[in-house]
């Protein structure tokens, strides 16, 4: 069969690499695909948000699953769009992508069906979300309500910063439109970790445990980011855990989508916050997570395409995944800059020296084929991924694997999976 990836990124270079050894697949395309997905199929210059170019593209080559990446295309419509043409696509509906597309939305959502979550309000006027920071005290979060690609939320740490974060979003500075409304929130304490499955509005079948690292400098520090890296399992989701995120926020939100009149089907996100026994939601998304993708799908022993095939036919109740009992690491490179402004153009070196270690891929994200050879193009540009027997094998290749790539400017997080060891 032919499949279609949508995305540019590191979780697209890791859906085409797990999907490309699926041996019901002749072919896969990527639009608008990286270098690293050319390396295993076929980059297609389509946007992402080009929904009509994609469809065309879709019939005319016998495409007989699409698979979604980013949250862009969901919120924009493209599985409505592509089931009204009796085409198989994985990923959720315009109006079940609204669970990420607003968080407004999904923090209603969580208060109406009780899926425990952080006190929250809801303003688009500066005055009163200043009367509700000084009520609440700090630590705050602020949450720009629309899509800002992993960068809208600030945690607070001062009054004048809080004060400075709202007023920069609802006047349109920061993140245009998806800061006109904004969503602050009591600060949660405890680790977090991300909580993904598989479901088809009914049925949900959970993926392996991960942790992402969203702070861009080591000890959670800076600004946050898409995401500097991701293990995977977290051990901070003992069974208890689990069992308590599968009954209180999967279950209960897919029930109330379903209530709602918005049935989820894909892959549902969800970042919780772990403190003791309680598990509170942050947020949702609606698509893999990106580094997590990557950690995950290396893990995943089962053949990725049936299950994608059941999610996109509406019945899951017969899948079943199997996972390596090994651990992975994926280690974020970025770009100087990052998260704020960053080069682009610079040279990247070593990317074949790195390929060589053993149970360690390096997937493309923010990279691009110029006559120079391969060249950064984006604020994360690599994603160092390692299997090991333990998670301290998989950090010690995945950083031997970072060791051997440079570019003027490089910088990653040296403490990725550290919250696993001291575990």
């Known amino acids: 069969m032919k499949v279609l990836v949508i995305g540019s990124g ?9 999907i490309a050894q699926s041996p019901l697949v002749d072919k896969v395309f990527c639009a608008p695909g990286n270098p690293g997905t050319a390396q295993l199929g076929t980059n297609v210059n389509i946007a992402v948000d080009d929904l009509q170019g994609l469809l065309s593209f879709a019939k005319e080559n016998g495409i007989e699953l699409t698979v979604v990446g980013p949250e862009l295309p969901l919120s924009l419509g493209i599985v409505d769009l592509f089931e009204k043409e009796g085409l198989k696509i994985f990923g959720a509906r315009q109006n079940a992508a609204i669970i990420e597309a607003s968080k407004a939305f999904s923090k209603d959502l969580m208060k109406k069906y009780h899926v425990p979550t952080a006190a929250y309000e809801v303003f688009t006027e500066v005055q009163p979300a ?72 009914k049925n949900i079948v959970p993926l392996a445990s991960a942790q992402d690292h969203k702070a861009v400098f080591d000890g959670d520090k800076g600004p946050n980011t898409g995401g500097m890296g991701a293990y995977s399992p977290a051990p901070v989701v003992t069974k208890s855990i689990h069992d308590k995120a599968m009954a209180e926020v999967m279950r209960r939100t897919v029930d109330g989508m379903a209530a709602e009149g918005r049935p989820y089907r894909g892959v549902l996100y969800a970042g919780l916050m772990i403190d003791g026994g309680n598990v509170k939601t942050l947020e949702f998304n609606a698509r893999f997570g990106d580094p997590e993708c990557q950690p995950l799908l290396m893990r995943m022993k089962s053949d990725i395409v049936p299950i994608l095939m059941a999610v996109a036919s509406g019945d899951i109740s017969g899948v079943e995944i199997e996972w390596h009992d090994k651990a992975t690491v994926c280690v974020v490179l970025a770009a100087e800059g990052y998260p704020g402004d960053y080069r682009k153009g610079d040279v990247i070196n070593g990317l074949d020296e790195a390929a060589t270690i053993e149970d360690l891929v390096v997937f493309h994200a ?26 301290k094998d998989a950090i010690d290749r995945a950083y031997a694997g970072v060791a051997k790539i440079t570019w003027p400017g490089m910088h990653c997080r040296k403490d990725i999976g550290a919250k696993a060891m001291n575990r």
């Open 130 to 201: 200043i009367e509700f920071i000084d009520k609440t005290g700090i630590p705050i979060v602020i949450k720009a309500d629309g899509l800002a690609a992993g960068k809208g939320v600030i945690i607070a740490q001062t009054r004048d910063e809080a004060v400075e974060a709202v007023t920069d979003m609802l006047s349109g500075n920061a993140f245009g439109a998806a800061g006109s409304r904004v969503v602050i929130e009591e600060f949660l304490k405890g680790e977090e970790a991300s909580f993904l499955a598989f479901t088809d509005g």
């Open 366 to 391: 923010g990279t691009k084929a110029s006559e120079a050879g391969i060249v950064t193009n984006g604020g994360r540009v690599l994603g160092v991924t390692a299997l090991g027997a333990t998670v």
């Open 10 to 18: 590191g979780r697209e270079h890791a859906l085409v690499w797990k």
